[in-house]
Structures are given as structure tokens and as C-alpha cells.
């Protein structure tokens, strides 16, 4: 920090918010709260921010057009990896809690037209909707979505645990289908089976309804392994409610499906007056092979076997 003073009484600008940046990195949680500290880093941070923008400047005008030859989906890693450079955004990592499959890439968001049965699903969600307004005049289907047994520790869910602030109406829960509410939705369940879902014994594929009362903030969390996405299906969707993957803030629009890595560190909410409900399913990496779907399978299912019908394997 001293030396990014001394360079910057030198205007050497640029080597000083090098320096700053680089103190900020190293600084320790307390000595960052510190109130007598606080006119210095204030200092620090409009530096780095100044100098990042500068850099953006003058990377874009040494791009030679290039960036604006491509599409958006051609260039939205480009545009990603700018954005990390000059401070508009963090480097997304993944974090599984239970299961880390190696070499398949971090990615927040999926686009959707990757996937060839997802216009098929979108097509349903007139029927999907229908069902579920059947659904929701039987309000006792519902449960809690979180439900820790006792003696577990709550952990990323305590504050909504045993609530029904957050409740789901499962259609199929740890590979079993829940014939009761799944026989009430038959054109939910016939349009969910056209997608690759994963299925290993007595864990997938589960689907079910996700209902968040008004006021309602899923806080920050993440999935069990990489070795899968998650899907929702956007069904009531009122204003104010959202999700956010990594860095990035998702809006959803009904019948309009998001796939995204639920090991990337992610939150949701609702903060209208009124109830927001997406249907939300599993679904295979796109990257493993159909040899790798079977060994991952057969891994969860031992795990699940030697921690005697899963203890602390959480939703894997």
C-alpha cells in the first residue's frame, strides 16, 4: 500500500494500481473492516477501478474490429473474459460439494438451443401450467422443500428449514416416482421425460414443482456434483423475482426454460407480493459419455451404500 502512495506521487498511475490492487488482495477480513483503515482502501479501490476501465479502453481499441464480427453467442466468453480482466465481474469457479468431475468447464448459463428436446418441453408448458393450477387448489400436496433430519446439521438451508416459504410438490423424489401427485400430471411428466435426465437407484431423477412464498430469499448456496444441470421451467413468474449463477442475475420469463451448473455458487428470490413457482428437473452434463453416465451412476450408488443410505451426501 505504501508503495502504490510512493508511485503515485511519482504519477506512475498505472504501476500504482497495480500495487493497490495487489494490497487489496492480500488484506485480512479484519484489518478490512478496520474504520481508521478506511480512507486508504476507499483510496485503493477508486484507483483499481479507475485503471481497469482505462484498460478496457485500451484493449478495445486494440482489438482491430474483431469483436465486432460475431455474434453474441460466438463472443459472450470473449466478452466474459474482459469483463474478469477489467474488474466487471469474478472468475466463476464450480465447487461441488460431494462429487468433483474434473475437465468439465465452469459454466453459469447454458444456451438452451444446445439442447435439441427443449423446444419440445417450452411446447408443453401451456399443459404444464394447467396442471399445476390443479396443484395449487390442493395446497396439502405441497412440503417443506427443506427438511433436515435430526440430529443433521442445517447448513446452507438453515433459515428456510421445515418452512413452507419454500415448498415442492414432487412428482418424482430420489428415483422413485410419487404416483399420487405424478398421475395428477401426465403431460408435466411425458414432457420432463423427453430430456436426458439422470437416473441413478434410490438418488434421480427428481422433479418437482418449486414454490417460493412473496418475501422468500434462497441465500446463496451450492450443488452436490458437476456431473449434472439443473433445469427449470418457469411457470408464475411475478415481477422482482430472479436468479443469480456466479456473477450473473437471471430473470425468468414463463415457458422459457434456464439450464445452469448448480455447483456454481447460486441464490434466488422472490421479493413481489405474490407466489413464484418453476418446475425444476435434473439433467446429464451434456460433456459425459454414456460410459461415464454409468460410472458416475455406479460411484453415487456406492457412496450412497457406504455411508449407509446416504448420510451427509446432501441432495447427491
Not at 460475431?70 to 473474459?81: P, S, V, W
Not at 394447467?130 to 400436496?141: A, I, S, T, W
Not at 430420489?174 to 421425460?193: F, I, Q, S, Y
Not at 446463496?220 to 430472479?242: F, K, M
Request: with cysteine.
Amino acid at each position: 500500500m505504501e508503495r502504490a502512495r510512493l508511485l503515485e506521487g511519482l504519477g506512475r498511475t498505472r504501476d500504482a494500481a497495480a500495487s493497490w490492487a495487489r494490497g487489496l488482495s492480500y488484506v485480512p477480513e479484519a484489518v478490512a473492516q478496520s474504520p481508521q483503515l478506511q480512507p486508504m482502501f476507499l483510496q485503493a479501490r477508486k484507483a483499481v477501478m479507475h485503471n481497469q476501465a482505462m484498460l478496457r479502453e485500451f484493449i478495445e481499441d486494440r482489438l482491430h474490429g474483431a469483436a465486432g464480427r460475431g455474434n453474441h453467442q460466438e463472443l459472450e466468453r470473449f466478452q466474459h473474459c474482459l469483463d474478469i480482466v477489467t474488474g466487471r465481474r469474478e472468475f466463476v469457479t464450480a465447487r461441488p460439494l460431494v462429487l468433483p468431475y474434473p475437465r468439465l468447464p465452469a459454466i453459469p448459463y447454458f444456451d438452451t438451443s444446445q439442447f435439441e428436446w427443449a423446444p419440445a418441453v417450452e411446447a408443453a408448458f401451456p399443459d404444464i401450467l394447467r396442471e399445476l393450477g390443479v396443484l395449487l387448489e390442493q395446497p396439502q400436496r405441497f412440503v417443506p422443500y427443506v427438511q433436515t433430519q435430526p440430529g443433521e446439521p442445517t447448513g446452507q438451508f438453515d433459515a428456510l428449514d421445515r418452512s413452507m416459504d419454500w415448498g415442492a410438490l414432487f412428482l418424482w423424489k430420489n428415483g422413485k416416482r410419487l404416483d399420487a401427485n405424478a398421475d395428477l400430471c401426465p403431460r408435466t411428466e411425458a414432457a420432463v421425460g423427453l430430456a436426458p435426465q439422470n437416473t441413478i437407484a434410490n438418488r434421480a431423477p427428481v422433479v418437482f414443482f418449486s414454490a417460493l412464498k412473496p418475501g422468500t430469499h434462497i441465500q446463496p448456496h451450492n450443488g452436490a456434483t458437476n456431473t449434472r444441470l439443473t433445469v427449470h421451467l418457469p411457470l408464475i413468474v411475478p415481477r422482482d423475482c430472479g436468479l443469480r449463477v456466479g456473477g450473473e442475475t437471471h430473470v425468468w420469463k414463463p415457458g422459457k426454460l434456464v439450464v445452469f451448473d448448480d455447483t456454481i455458487t447460486h441464490e434466488a428470490w422472490n421479493r413481489s407480493d405474490e407466489l413464484r413457482v418453476v418446475l425444476i428437473f435434473d439433467i446429464w452434463h451434456p460433456m459425459l459419455t454414456p460410459l461415464e453416465r454409468e460410472l458416475v451412476a455406479h460411484t453415487v450408488e456406492s457412496m450412497v451404500a457406504f455411508y449407509d443410505d446416504g448420510a451427509d451426501l446432501g441432495e447427491l
